[in-house]
């Protein structure tokens, strides 16, 4: 029987994901442009992690239970509805409803579509070419991650928010119909050997290996998703227009493609926690320097410095989740990992969006380097305690 290829779930996740990432920074730009506060804007990105938070434990252990294509085609659909409310509801009428509504129905469906995607890599692969496969999807992301922001800044300066969202409703809706097409090459569910609601989905803490990537995972996809709140900020308090802060967030996209082109390379001479290491320190470098900057070709280096940084960390947390998560318990796993990093992702960026509102958006990015050094030693412990590279 045909099965879902890894270049089918990469185009899925390229298609998925670039509607994903082009509303989020249209959303922030569209509020900005409006006047909105960086405390406003730290909202729209909060609730973006909000729904996903409270939901992801369950969502995983949904998609245990009945497989891909029941929890792809609700996010799918919620991410349509959801570009499609900015489109229809202009901000001098409605205000900031619509884009409230909106990042809650973006942001919770994308965590269906992203999670169902990467448990199918892990569920497909062989344990022994997983890192390999985790870094190809990881490029898939990378891909869309480059697109997103350049193509929403151009065509926010060219044609408006309003019909940037029109198109990325389009997008969206494309990915429900290919979702149709390619249903017969989902696989089925896994049965289970306990049933999942007599489990503590918190339980997955006391393995070690599992608490010690949940926690630097969850540091890690804090930082990424501050730089692209935090970055719209600073770039429209200095000035820039939407396209050159689409630039400088595309620069950081073409950094993560470009390391992890290389990763399969540096699997083979580097442990994973050497890896994680080296994220935490590049990404504290990179969050210092930004206020030092207040043209577009020097912050597109930094961009750059952060993406190395950042887009090294997920192929090696992908694969160590799923290497060292308890058998059928990897769809709960990401939940959990989904969970923490969703509650921070809530919290941060009231916590910065009102720091910025009150000191700037510069100060706030010398708070995040501050934390990432504090991450960076715990993580060089963890190295010296997990001496040998994972099977």
Known sequence: MATMTLPRIIAFVVLSHTAF?????????????????????????????????????????????????????LGTVMMTVGALLPAVFPYATADVAPLLVASALLGTGFMYVQMTMQNLVGVLSEPGNRPAAFSMLALGFSTSGLIAPIASGFLIDSVGHRTTFALIFILAAVSVAILFAQRSLLPAPQAQETPPESRNPFDLLLFPAVRNVLIVSGMISMSWDLQSFLIPVYGTSIGLSASQIGLVLGSFAAATFAIRLAMPMLSRRYREWQVLLFTLVTAAIGFALIPFFESMAPLMAVAFLLGLGLGA???????????????????????????????SHVVLPLVFGAF??????GSAFWVMSILLGAGSWTAWRRMNVEKTPSP
Do not use: C
Not at 39 to 55: R, S
Not at 356 to 361: E, F, I, T
């Open 313 to 343: 960390a997920q192929p090696n947390v992908m694969s160590l989740l799923h290497d060292r998560a308890p058998a059928g318990r990897v769809g709960e796993a990401l939940g959990v990992r989904t969970t923490i990093m969703n509650s």
């Open 21 to 73: 990432g082009a509303a989020r920074v249209t959303a922030s730009l569209y509020a900005l442009s409006n006047n909105a506060s960086p405390f406003t804007v730290g909202v729209l990105l909060a609730l973006y992690a909000l729904v996903p938070a409270l939901l992801a434990v369950r969502a995983g252990r949904w998609l245990d239970e009945v497989g891909p294509f029941k929890p792809l085609l």
């Open 356 to 361: 910025g509102s009150v000191l700037g958006a």
